[in-house]
């Protein structure tokens, strides 16, 4: 059966996520460690990890991600570059008490410095995190789409090349593959899509995908998310994502604004289920 899930809510405890990615019909399941806004350090109690384990021994949702904190900024090497550093150490450690595959991570941004002065800084300090994390985590680079780290294919080969190690992982949003200038409309161009993954040897990287439809232009640099077949990508791409013989393994989940301005609901993944031929 394919994994097709989404971003919900923790308000309330962790299990009450799961409690509503099951009522809209969703089997795998991203969700913050707590407020993406401010520096992820929850600190979950054993009875809270016992009642989600529990939960979820019965609905099964699986895989589960941890999305990290918007703050998260790796190619710096004074407080936030620490901050970072210690949120996410702290974020997996979680992680692997809840069977947590691991943190969807957006890498930061240079700023105004100069990137190769700061590269390195980014390289040293993934490397420490994955130093210091449960060797049962993984450390997921999401795609960018707005003129941040990791947004084009090459440069994220390029990190994960220079990082070396086999847990880090890759997260493509579709919205910000669009937003840099990938798109696939037929299964002819996700073979190119593809084939270029398998140049740059990032093809077995994939983890999972967020599939969101782009509030802006193709190749726009901009990524504003929108509800499926609402923005500017168009249905067939999501059709060619579902269908393709290479993307039966991943999980998909959504991110989307949701039709009633609720975030992800159970619209936008039934439109995505219609989409799956079986
Ligand atoms: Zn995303």
Redesign the pocket.
């Known amino acids: 059966m394919i994994k097709l899930g989404a971003h919900q809510s923790i308000s309330g405890g962790y299990s009450e996520a799961l409690k509503r990615i099951n009522n809209i019909g969703g089997n795998c399941l991203q969700i913050f460690s707590s407020s993406p806004r401010g520096w992820n350090f929850a600190k979950p109690t054993d009875d809270e990890i016992k009642q989600f384990l529990t939960l979820n021994s019965s609905l099964l949702i699986s895989p589960i991600y941890f999305?990290a904190s918007y703050l998260v900024n790796l190619a710096d090497d004074s407080r936030i570059g620490h901050m970072s550093k210690l949120s996410l150490i702290s974020e997996l450690n979680i992680a692997s008490k809840l069977k947590v595959k691991g943190s969807?991570i957006h890498l930061g941004s240079y700023k105004n410095e100069v990137s190769s002065i700061k590269y390195p800084v980014l390289i040293k300090n993934i490397k420490e995190i994955l130093d210091k994390i449960p060797k049962d985590t993984f450390f997921i680079i999401?795609n960018a789409?707005n003129r941040k780290i990791g947004q084009t294919l090459e440069e994220i080969s390029q990190i994960v090349k220079d990082v070396d190690n086999p847990r880090v992982k890759i997260?493509f949003?579709t919205?910000?593959l669009f937003s840099n200038g990938y798109r696939f409309n037929d299964s002819g161009e996700l073979d190119a899509f593809f084939a270029k993954l398998s140049k740059l040897k990032i093809n077995d990287l994939i983890e999972v995908w967020?599939v969101?439809d782009s509030r802006d232009e193709f190749d726009s640099g901009h990524d504003r998310?929108d509800n499926i077949g609402e923005g500017k990508i168009g249905i067939n791409e999501f059709k060619t994502l579902l269908n393709h013989p290479k993307t039966k393994k991943y999980p998909f989940?959504i991110?989307t604004p949701g039709f009633d301005g609720n975030g992800p609901d159970k619209k936008n993944l039934d439109i995505l289920k219609s989409l799956i031929s079986s």
């Open positions: 999305h969807i999401e789409g997260c949003d919205c910000h967020h969101n998310h989940i991110e």
